[in-house]
């Protein structure tokens, strides 16, 4: 929330069946990350965290890197 480069979406699968049929959602929650990766299930912060950074290719314990 505090990164103006981060967005979320929440989407209802129930009330949007035309998302849930392209994401092939079958529970939730489900994360899409870029379109691309995806988390079932919930998880512990520290993991989601870790699960989103993995799925754009990026190593959890990697420093961020200074704003140019």
């Known amino acids: 929330m505090?990164?103006?480069?981060v967005r979320a979406d929440v989407i209802s699968a129930?009330?949007?069946p035309s998302y849930s049929a392209q994401?092939?959602?079958q529970a939730v929650p489900k994360t899409?990350?870029?379109?691309?990766g995806e988390i079932l299930g919930a998880r512990p912060e520290g993991r989601f965290?870790?699960?989103v950074l993995l799925s754009l290719g990026i190593e959890p314990?990697?420093?961020p890197m200074e704003p140019q």
């Open 32 to 36: 899409v990350v870029n379109k691309g």
């Open 14 to 16: 129930n009330e949007f």
């Open 61 to 63: 314990n990697t420093p």
């Open 49 to 51: 965290v870790s699960e």
């Open 2 to 5: 505090a990164n103006t480069n």
């Open 23 to 25: 994401f092939a959602v």
